[in-house]
């Protein structure tokens, strides 16, 4: 079973996106979720992480700008991004944190133009 992330796509500098994903309602409702990137040549880097319950992480470089929640009787993970910069330029996924061999999925590009 893998995660699959949907919502990507190209958009301006400065728009507004809303990553989805969806994932077993178990999994959701224990464990740490979080959304990773990955830049071409790089390796995958968190971006943002929501535990069951408490207080979200960000990355320095998308504080203020994205927003992780999560619903569990919809069994997703969201992550809405405004703002948007180039640089944010990215394929994201979404996985458990720590993450998961398995549960990677083909992720959702995300494409900023400036």
């Known amino acids: 079973v893998q995660l699959q992330a949907s919502g990507g796509g190209l958009v301006q500098a400065g728009g507004s996106l809303r990553l989805s994903c969806t994932a077993a309602g178990r999994i959701l409702r224990t464990t740490d979720m979080g959304w990773f990137r990955q830049f071409p040549g790089k390796q995958r880097e968190l971006v943002a992480l929501i535990p069951p319950d408490g207080t979200s992480y960000y990355v320095d470089s998308v504080k203020g700008r994205f927003t992780i929640s999560r619903d569990n009787a919809k069994k997703t993970v969201f992550l809405q991004m405004n703002s948007l910069k180039p640089e944010d330029t990215a394929i994201y996924y979404c996985?458990?944190?720590?993450?998961?061999?398995?549960?990677w999925g083909q992720g959702t590009q995300v494409t900023v133009s400036s």
């Open positions: 996985n458990t944190v720590p993450p998961s061999a398995t549960l």
